[in-house]
């Protein structure tokens, strides 16, 4: 059996939102704000039948958007849950608007999930018990009574005839009606419901007292992701499979497939009617938007074949508005029919970004790198604080970018998932500096007789191209760093070449830094440091029990600083002794430590919080900063202000009012 295949974000549980039983909130803590970079995932999409200006948007991080004109421009509207619930499905009762329901299901604990109703237009809203800890897939609701609707979930059909007050388990506890991923109601009979599950599709005619299989017609053990009936004709029942689409004209009793797409395509996510033209029909792939005009009979793509469609909107006003859902590339719209698509995200933000980088020039730009979006993804930038951002990924190939740091002369330098780019100051492209040079004895040479001088040993210059992981750059005027999955690595050259390899018999690296003859260098679980340059090294002597390391970070004054999942560590005396830091920061999920030159201080971001941490003693002893209410990866201090960097929500600013907490320094702390 194939079970849905869905591109995650790899996360932990980076931060607990509670919600209680009818609470869900609604605030920012401290109101900080996204500047982006717009787009990334989306999950779903629905309008308000009474104002299709009126789109919600829904996230994989538990997170609801909301457009109040038709897609153009995006506000977040609340958080439903923890940052591991998907929500996939967003309805909305077509007698009455303000009454919406998101159903959700969580990436940590694929057993459970919600759904969460709200009755004023999602302005508060409560999880509904009758359903509560249900990993639900699939939600509708009846077209002919808006009381009634029904959800999939991994262990069956449910339904609710009273606007989710109380809910029953509708299918048998037989073991084939499981695991459901999509669901169907009869435009004209509630009591007639379709579910689709990861072993093909079944039908209910008397509101679940009887069930049966419709796969006549269906390739045997097919997935349906989606069922859709026509809002015209009951009897036109449309389901889509890995296997294809299929599609029936006597109400399920019978499937024909329809030859259509190419194989690699045929993984179709959601079918969406045109409410205007029933014989038009949108099937979202893996591969792309495909769409038929004579209800099946021809199918032609009109997408970039590399768009992941997640949901499809199409405007009952006007047919040719067209919305995607879609992995990475966020929101795409159409004013033609599906002609061409443009991406509509503007204050949509769900990126993970992993680096910040104040450019040392322009005191308005900055440039993040971010991970997992691919072609729509690398590294961004923006001029003007934030307003607006434009992507500077050429070259790069659709890699992910870990690092980003910048050489004396304004070259940007970004350490991604396969080797290191350089961007030269007023390029439009990235190159590649990954020539490795490396030298070797080609033999052992015989010893002289006595009294004569050894022969010299023959060296080769073996030449090699990195294809690591680059995880961190240290750019200093003298020499260049790279912690890498292939060794550490250093460039006397401004990237030209590099040399170095495995230290102490350790290569896979994630971080380094130096101060003066001061290096330190990371791996996963050991921390290793140099006092002459890089000459010898050492191992510090900190606890077994580290599994993560997240950074390391110098001081002026030499003092180390180690952020890992176990919490902070500090060594005072070049990495010869250590003590794990506890006063006043937490003690596990440190993501970062940075030096901030402008005010001489180390700030510290948790995963489990949203807090900034601030130390003015070398991280002896630490205080709580402002509240930015988002799960930080690392923090900047840019033009006076607090920048962060989030999992899944981009860059975030700190509030105007409160940037003396941050400020008075135009520098930025290191990234």
């Not at 030096?595 to 510290?604: E, F, M, N, T, V």
């Amino acid at each position: 059996m194939i079970s849905r295949a869905i591109r995650m974000i790899s996360r932990k549980t980076l931060v607990t939102l509670a919600v209680a039983m009818i609470s869900v909130t609604t605030l920012w803590a401290g109101q900080w704000t996204s500047l982006g970079p717009d787009g990334g995932d989306v999950r779903s999409l629905n309008f308000d039948p009474k104002n299709p200006d009126r789109i919600y948007l829904g996230t994989s991080t538990g997170t609801l958007f909301l457009s109040n004109d038709g897609g153009h421009n995006w506000t977040r509207l609340a958080r439903l849950g923890g940052d591991d619930n998907v929500l996939d499905h967003i309805t909305i009762d077509p007698q009455n608007p303000k009454h919406i329901y998101v159903s959700a299901w969580s990436v940590e604990n694929q057993q459970s999930g919600d759904v969460y109703r709200s009755h004023d237009g999602g302005n508060n809203w409560e999880a509904l018990p009758g359903i509560h800890g249900k990993s639900v897939r699939a939600m509708a609701i009846s077209a002919s009574d808006s009381k009634v609707l029904v959800v999939g979930a991994l262990d069956g059909v449910f339904r609710t005839r009273n606007g989710g007050n109380s809910w029953e388990q509708i299918s048998p506890g037989q073991a084939e009606i499981k695991n459901i991923e999509s669901i169907a109601i009869d435009p004209r009979n509630p009591d007639v419901v379709y579910a689709g599950t990861w072993h093909l599709a079944w039908k209910t005619e008397d509101g679940g007292a009887n069930w049966h299989h419709i796969n006549k017609g269906m390739i045997d053990d097919s997935d349906v992701f989606s069922v859709i009936v026509d809002a015209t004709d009951s009897s036109v029942v449309y389901a889509s499979a890995c296997s294809g689409i299929y599609k029936s004209e006597s109400a399920g009793d019978l499937f024909h497939k329809l030859s259509c797409m190419p194989f690699s395509a045929r993984r179709t996510r959601v079918l969406k009617q045109d409410p205007n033209h029933p014989a038009t029909v949108y099937a979202g792939t893996t591969e792309g938007l495909w769409k038929t005009i004579d209800g099946g009979k021809s199918w032609k793509r009109v997408s970039n074949p590399e768009v992941v469609v997640n949901d499809v909107l199409v405007d009952p006003r006007n047919s040719d508005r067209v919305l995607l859902a879609t992995d990475r590339s966020g929101v795409l719209a159409s004013d033609n029919g599906s002609q061409t698509f443009v991406a509509s995200n503007h204050g949509y933000t769900h990126r993970y970004v992993s680096s910040i980088l104040a450019d040392r020039n322009d005191p308005n730009a900055i440039v993040v790198g971010v991970v997992n979006d691919r072609e729509w993804g690398g590294v961004f930038s923006t001029r003007d604080s934030g307003q607006s951002w434009q992507q500077k990924s050429a070259g790069l190939g659709g890699r992910d970018v870990f690092a980003l740091q910048q050489a004396v002369n304004g070259a940007l330098i970004a350490g991604t998932n396969k080797g290191m780019f350089l961007l030269d100051r007023d390029a439009t492209q990235w190159r590649p500096i990954n020539n490795i040079v490396s030298e070797k004895a080609a033999a052992r040479a015989a010893k002289g007789k006595k009294g004569t001088k050894a022969a010299k040993v023959p060296v080769t210059v073996v030449r090699s191209v990195l294809d690591a992981r680059v995880s961190d750059i240290e750019v200093t005027p003298k020499r260049w760093l790279a912690a890498t999955s292939a060794g550490l690595l250093t460039s006397s050259d401004q990237g030209k070449t590099w040399t170095g390899g495995a230290v102490l018999g350790k290569t896979d690296f994630v971080a380094v830094e130096s101060e003066g003859d001061l290096v330190v260098a990371a791996t996963r679980t050991n921390v290793l440091y140099s006092i002459n340059s890089g000459t010898t090294w050492q191992q510090a002597p900190l606890s077994s029990y580290i599994t993560s390391i997240h950074g390391v970070t110098l001081t002026p004054e030499g003092e180390i600083l180690v952020a890992s999942r176990e919490g902070a560590f500090r060594s005072s005396d070049s990495g010869a002794t250590w003590e794990h830091v506890v006063n006043g920061i937490p003690d596990k999920n440190i993501s970062s430590i940075a030096y901030d030159q402008g005010r001489k201080r180390l700030l510290a971001t948790s995963m489990a919080t949203g807090v900034v941490f601030e130390s003015k003693d070398n991280g002896r002893t630490w205080h709580r900063g402002p509240d930015s209410g988002y799960p930080l990866r690392r923090i900047s201090v840019v033009r006076g202000r607090f920048i962060g960097a989030t999992p899944f929500d981009g860059v975030i600013v700190q509030p105007e009012n409160e940037a003396e907490s941050a400020s008075a320094s135009f520098g930025n702390s290191s990234n």
